[in-house]
């Protein structure tokens, strides 16, 4: 005598066999992701005047800007992604990437160096 359970399976069984499998081949195919997917900041270095609005705005204390130095620095591993310093910033020099940092066994700490906009070149020029 056959049990039911093995119909049961069988029945599904064939219905898989005619169907699209639903794992995706992840490192050949490379994942799509959401819009709304919160990944890692990352800076318009170009577009940066150094105000230093999203390190007031970041909860963990994350960001670090030295205006002397002409320094941006975020420490990945004590982002929370919340993109507070996102909506905070001023000049839109801040996006929200789609993509996660790459795990580590080692605290990143991204340290930018912010180009002088043309104007307080020539100020600095002039003041030499």
């Given at each position: 005598?056959?049990?039911?359970?093995?119909?049961?399976?069988?029945?599904?069984?064939?219905?898989?066999?005619?169907?699209?499998?639903?794992?995706?081949?992840?490192?050949?195919?490379?994942?799509?992701?959401?819009?709304?997917?919160?990944?890692?900041?990352?800076?318009?270095?170009?577009?940066?005047?150094?105000?230093?609005?999203?390190?007031?705005?970041?909860?963990?204390?994350?960001?670090?800007?030295?205006?002397?130095?002409?320094?941006?620095?975020?420490?990945?591993?004590?982002?929370?992604?919340?993109?507070?310093?996102?909506?905070?910033?001023?000049?839109?020099c801040l996006v929200m990437e789609q993509t996660y940092t790459s795990p580590d066994v080692h605290k990143?700490?991204?340290?930018?160096?912010?180009?002088?906009?043309?104007?307080?070149?020539?100020?600095?020029?002039?003041?030499?």
């Amino acid at each position: 005598m056959i049990p039911l359970a093995s119909f049961k399976m069988a029945k599904t069984v064939l219905k898989s066999l005619f169907k699209k499998p639903v794992t995706k081949m992840y490192p050949v195919v490379p994942r799509e992701w959401e819009e709304r997917t919160r990944g890692h900041v990352s800076i318009i270095k170009e577009n940066c005047i150094l105000c230093g609005i999203c390190a007031r705005k970041c909860p963990t204390d994350a960001i670090s800007v030295d205006r002397k130095g002409k320094t941006w620095t975020i420490e990945r591993m004590s982002c929370i992604q919340c993109s507070s310093c996102v909506e905070a910033c001023p000049k839109d020099c801040l996006v929200m990437e789609q993509t996660y940092t790459s795990p580590d066994v080692h605290k990143i700490s991204d340290t930018f160096e912010i180009p002088l906009p043309e104007k307080e070149k020539a100020s600095e020029n002039a003041t030499s």
